[in-house]
């Protein structure tokens, strides 16, 4: 035996050990070697495949537009883009796959090798996880959001007025439409009433109709929101945000379940469940005479709170893949993850956006990241100057004079957010209850205005 027979036989030896696939072609794409790996995860035999065109062994959803063929023609490697493939048996096999040339001694270009890892076992995982750490559209691992989870079902069943409180972007329309969802009414009409948009003076009229003559411009009948609820669920979003006036009104209907087209003596019945959402502790604004007490108490027969995203860090691994997934389809890209330095940016991140915001950062990324991963570089500017500003540590007895607004201004915004509860504002902050007094009082902050 020579020598480079013996060479022949070695590279074989290499490639049949490898678990990843690998196969080469020559210049017109033709197959000429094929690993066992390559046999086991496609199901065609190496004798199969050799001699025969690439496209022809791996029906790949990216056959039309080939990176081998672009490998070939520029030069340029591909690195785990992920793709997927049709298996001897007809199923999807997805597989990521880098691509590289093949250049002779003399720097002569004899084909192409591309190796390819099956991602099956990986794709099993995640979607067990999704299903693990999901309920309709909302993912979430925390143990707070999974006790939420686990009476969901119950709530959906009940005829029972809800009240969801939460900041903004902290998915309380989610959870609203997994109500719906989940509820006997499911089959029925979702309508959603940003209370917050309406202006005061078209609420009444877009809510609850009108009957031509109810006003000048009332030429013919028009037919309010809830008509079209039909027996469904109607969601009122931002409630807080209703003027006292108005709120009178929304009390009668979740008393009486009746209303009154504006300019009209007939009363409707309404066949509907009402949900509702605010960013605002609705507790506190009956304590300011900003909300009636009444209306409060018939919209908080069942009430839960949502935490803020940096309350609930477990789940930013999650809704980031959630994200990518949605934007991929969304868009066409290949798009695997984000890399390790973007999620410990994110990870340490405060997100005064919430979910929402999350959301932007990767679809930001989305519209930069040429290639299979999204970097430090594709993230939005603005995210990393505050990178150092918004994870200062306020656990640290020894502040910097530099960060003294800063802190101050975090502990202003946790008093107002926990309507002056100074104990609730501690936990949030995740300092104790005496440090928080302590700081209080060298800002000379007045909790009672909160």
């Known amino acids: 035996m020579n020598e480079d027979q013996e060479n022949i036989d070695f590279f074989k030896v290499i490639l049949s050990s490898i678990a990843d696939g690998v196969f080469t072609v020559n210049s017109q794409r033709i197959i000429t070697s094929f690993n066992r790996a390559a046999e086991k995860i496609t199901g065609v035999p190496a004798s199969q495949a050799v001699g025969k065109h690439c496209q022809d062994v791996f029906h790949s959803d990216i056959c039309e537009n080939c990176l081998l063929q672009d490998t070939l023609e520029t030069g340029i490697e591909a690195i785990d883009r992920p793709v997927n493939i049709i298996n001897n048996q007809g199923d999807k096999i997805p597989i990521s796959i880098s691509t590289a040339v093949l250049k002779s001694e003399e720097g002569k270009i004899l084909g192409a090798v591309e190796t390819f890892r099956d991602l099956s076992t990986i794709e099993h995982l995640r979607k067990e996880l999704r299903r693990s750490y999901s309920l309709e559209d909302i993912i979430s691992k925390s143990p707070r959001m999974h006790k939420l989870f686990a009476i969901l079902p119950d709530i959906a069943e009940s005829e029972s007025t809800v009240l969801i409180q939460g900041p903004s972007g902290s ?241 202003i915004n946790a008093i107002q957010n926990c309507g002056g509860a100074v104990s609730k504002a501690a936990e949030q902050l995740g300092i104790h209850r005496t440090t928080l007094w302590r700081k209080i009082k060298r800002y000379n902050i007045n909790i009672d205005q909160y």
């Open 171 to 411: 998915g309380k329309e989610l959870f609203a439409r997994a109500i719906h969802n989940l509820s006997p009414r499911k089959n029925k009409n979702y309508v959603v009433i940003n209370c917050g948009t309406l202006p005061v003076q078209l609420f009444e009229s877009e809510l609850f109709g009108y009957v031509k003559g109810a006003f000048t411009d009332a030429k013919t009948d028009k037919e309010g929101k809830l008509t079209k609820v039909n027996g469904g669920t109607v969601f009122f979003d931002e409630i807080g945000e209703l003027p006292l006036s108005t709120q009178v009104k929304l009390l009668r209907l979740l008393q009486e379940r009746e209303y009154e087209p504006l300019g009209s003596t007939e009363t409707i019945k309404a066949n509907l469940r009402v949900v509702a959402a605010s960013n605002k502790d609705l507790k506190n604004l009956v304590a300011q005479a900003k909300f009636r007490d009444d209306l409060y108490f018939r919209l908080a027969v069942v009430k839960f709170d949502l935490p803020a995203l940096k309350d609930r860090r477990e789940d930013i691994p999650f809704l980031v893949d959630h994200f990518i997934r949605k934007f991929n389809a969304k868009t066409g890209k290949k798009i695997i993850s984000v890399s390790p330095n973007v999620m410990n940016i994110l990870m340490r991140y405060n997100f005064p956006g919430n979910i929402r915001e999350l959301e932007n950062i990767i679809e930001h990324g989305f519209v930069l990241c040429h290639g299979s991963i999204i970097k430090r570089e594709h993230l939005s500017p603005e995210l990393l100057p505050r990178e150092q500003d918004s994870f200062t540590d306020i656990k640290s007895e020894s502040t910097p004079v530099t960060e003294s607004i800063d802190e101050q201004e975090r502990i």
